[in-house]
């Protein structure tokens, strides 16, 4: 059966996750990740410009994409604390998830030996995904949700302790970080709930 152009770069994307995660992106070689679906270099290029391009379309079209459910989306007639678990839900969703485990150990890896390669992706790539999640904590804060502070005026506040969680999974393996991933959680919903409670309540 014939992929559509759709099915054929995700299936190159699939392919260089693992090539990446095998021998890192200096080591990868675009022959290899086309050898790994059965296309030529010449067929994997009519997709993917470079292998560059390859690796910033793993960031752009999973954990960073733009189609991705609002964090921050309230509902109406939603409590503070359904509103929290919600993020909480999406938010921590990605750390029992294989492949965006990889794919942030390999946005952890690639970072530190190419510093140009890491402003073009927070120029590109994190600083849009964050602009994107900012403007849902703003809404939640303009219809009255939650109040005007510090951490409601930086996402990457309201997220750190997601991060702390990932590194601990990342770092000790899903077995091992368990318990502590969820110790993170509670406390975070915890954290958020008591900034974020309105004044008077």
Same mark, same amino acid.
């Given at each position: ?45 009519? =997709? ?11 960031? @752009? ?62 120029? =590109? ?15 939640? @804060? ?19 302790? @997601? ?39």
């Amino acid at each position: 059966m014939r992929l559509s152009a759709e099915q054929r770069r995700q299936q190159i994307l699939d392919a260089a996750l693992v090539e990446f995660s095998s021998v890192g992106f200096e080591g990868a070689t675009v022959e290899r990740i086309a050898q790994r679906v059965g296309l030529t270099k010449a067929g994997l290029y009519a =997709h993917y410009a470079s292998k560059d391009a390859i690796l910033e379309a793993l960031f @752009v079209t999973t954990i960073f994409s733009p189609s991705i459910q609002s964090h921050w989306q309230w509902v109406e007639g939603a409590s503070l604390e359904e509103t929290v678990d919600r993020f909480l839900d999406m938010a921590y969703s990605a750390i029992g998830d294989p492949q965006a485990s990889a794919i942030f150990r390999l946005l952890i890896t690639e970072s530190g030996r190419s510093p140009e390669r890491l402003r073009s992706w927070h120029e =590109h790539i994190l600083l849009p995904h964050a602009t994107r999640r900012q403007a849902e904590l703003d809404e939640c @804060v303009a219809k009255g949700v939650i109040p005007d502070n510090a951490v409601s005026r930086n996402f990457a506040m309201a997220t750190s302790p @997601v991060v702390i969680a990932l590194l601990t999974q990342l770092l000790f393996g899903e077995e091992l970080a368990e318990q502590e991933v969820a110790r993170i959680r509670s406390a975070h919903r915890e954290m958020l709930l008591i900034l974020f409670a309105r004044r008077g309540n």
